[in-house]
């Protein structure tokens, strides 16, 4: 039977005087200076003081991170230490950015305008490949290479360029590793110039009709999006993971008859949603509809959602999930479509319970991050479509989730179209023979076929995980 069909139960030149300056205060960052937190930085016609920085995704609240060979730059948990310590130096409105381990700048790889190039430490040569502007993101930055106009970007937890936009990939934060730094925000060397510091966006939440009948309907304030990203991802910055608590207590219930749509940032107040009417069925067909529909954009937060769940959460492009429960898994928890290789979905804490099959489904392109999140009785945690009429090349990055038996897969990932799945700090409860599989490669297709598998296990290019990022319990 298709995987789809099945039945179930319930991401030119410049002087030597001001790359040295850089250099310099990068050095002092990827040395080990001591960290501040949530600290954003723009250049200025004087430039910020000398400093060093940790540069953290709003995505996932992933560290750019200076590889240990190699020249392509990646992202990987905030952990510290010289390889995730960066140093920013004024270069005519922008920056250059330096390794202080290497002495090498962070630049495009032969200085290409094009999408998709990687973006790496190499020589410095005072090319506009190597300088980097701040453009402000609401209360975050693009960090934009001059040469080519593009953003720096993860895919697959690898830095390159690509085209500027609101995925939250695309937004970073600079947190001081310095504390002479003084890294004040103020207007940057681009068009936004005349914008003040501490850029503060305004509430641009808002929800449907049907979204305004339901507690807390009016979606809360929010800075941005990434600035909310990057807020829920502090949680764990220091040591890459976060205690996993109780299932919340739940304050009010409301009934769905038709699907909310979200935009922005709505704060369920940990409210349980069930679905009613329409969306009363706790059946398991394909083309249910789902209780909340998010925008590429758009929060979801502090929500618990009951049963019947319906087809749970739908995320249009780039969206994050934070606090999100599902007391009984229904289609699937959530499923991810957004159609660009740059979209990033992010789902912090929250939990999920009775999926018979998939919990989140990427039906869509981009990068998932789930991180801080608790499962059990599942079938699979994450599953990259393996029968989708339209296939993409897809990433997913686990980290610090607690998989409580009975369950039979944590990743599910189509190798013949180049999908990861980065696995580390998960700890399965209850599975002391081993049976739950961590990460299981497809040969997925397009034709809406069953895919077959092709094997399981850590193999450094789909799967990438170690034993000892695994914990039996």
Not at 149 to 160: P, R
Not at 394 to 423: E, F, M
Request: charged share 15%; aromatic share 6%.
């Amino acid at each position: 039977m298709s995987e789809r069909a099945k039945p179930r139960r319930s991401r030119r030149r410049r002087n030597n005087r001001r790359r040295s300056v850089l250099v310099a205060a990068l050095a002092t960052a990827l040395t080990g200076g001591a960290i501040t937190t949530g600290v954003l930085m723009s250049a200025s016609a004087a430039g910020p003081a000398a400093g060093t920085y940790r540069i953290v995704n709003g995505a996932d609240g992933t560290c750019l991170t200076a590889p240990s060979s190699g020249a392509q730059l990646a992202a990987a948990e905030c952990a510290g230490g010289a390889a995730q310590t960066w140093q920013l130096a004024d270069s005519d409105g922008g920056f250059t950015v330096t390794t202080a381990s290497g002495g090498l700048c962070v630049g495009v790889k032969g200085a290409s305008t094009s999408a998709g190039k990687a973006v790496q430490q190499q020589d410095c040569d005072g090319g506009d490949s190597q300088v980097w502007k701040l453009t402000e993101l609401g209360s975050a930055f693009h960090l934009v290479n001059v040469a080519s106009a593009k953003c720096l970007n993860l895919k697959g937890q690898l830095a390159q360029q690509n085209s500027c936009d609101k995925a939250s990939g695309k937004s970073w934060t600079l947190e001081a590793a310095d504390a002479s730094a003084s890294p004040t925000p103020s207007a940057s060397g681009s068009a936004s110039a005349s914008r003040t510091a501490s850029p503060t966006a305004s509430p641009s939440a808002t929800s449907s009709a049907s979204a305004s009948k339901s507690p807390s309907a009016s979606a809360s304030a929010s800075a941005s999006v990434s600035a909310t990203k990057s807020a829920t991802a502090s949680a764990s910055s220091s040591s890459g993971s976060t205690t996993l608590g109780a299932w919340p207590t739940v304050t009010g219930g409301k009934a769905v008859t038709a699907t909310i749509a979200v935009s922005g940032t709505y704060d369920g107040g940990l409210a349980r949603f069930y679905g009613s009417g329409d969306l009363g069925s706790a059946g398991q067909d394909e083309d249910q509809g789902p209780l909340f529909e998010l925008a590429d954009g758009a929060v979801l937060k502090n929500v618990v959602l009951g049963a019947p769940a319906a087809d749970g959460v739908h995320c249009l492009g780039s969206c994050t999930l934070q606090n999100v429960w599902w007391e009984d898994v229904g289609e699937d928890a959530a499923t991810f479509k957004g159609k660009s290789a740059s979209a990033t979905y992010l789902v912090d804490g929250g939990g999920a319970k009775g999926a018979d099959d998939k919990v989140f489904q990427h039906n869509g392109a981009g990068t998932l991050t789930i991180k801080n999140f608790q499962v059990a009785d599942f079938g699979k945690l994450y599953r990259s479509c393996g029968n989708c009429k339209t296939q993409y090349e897809r990433h997913v990055v686990i980290s610090n989730v607690k998989a409580t038996s009975p369950g039979k897969v944590l990743a599910g990932i189509n190798a013949n179209y180049g999908d990861t799945a980065t696995i580390s700090g998960v700890t399965i409860v209850g599975d002391s023979s081993k049976k739950i599989t961590v990460c299981e490669r497809f040969q997925g297709n397009s034709t809406g076929a069953e895919p077959p598998s092709l094997g399981s296990g850590p193999d450094g290019t789909y799967c990438r995980y170690s034993a000892s990022g695994i914990t039996y319990s």
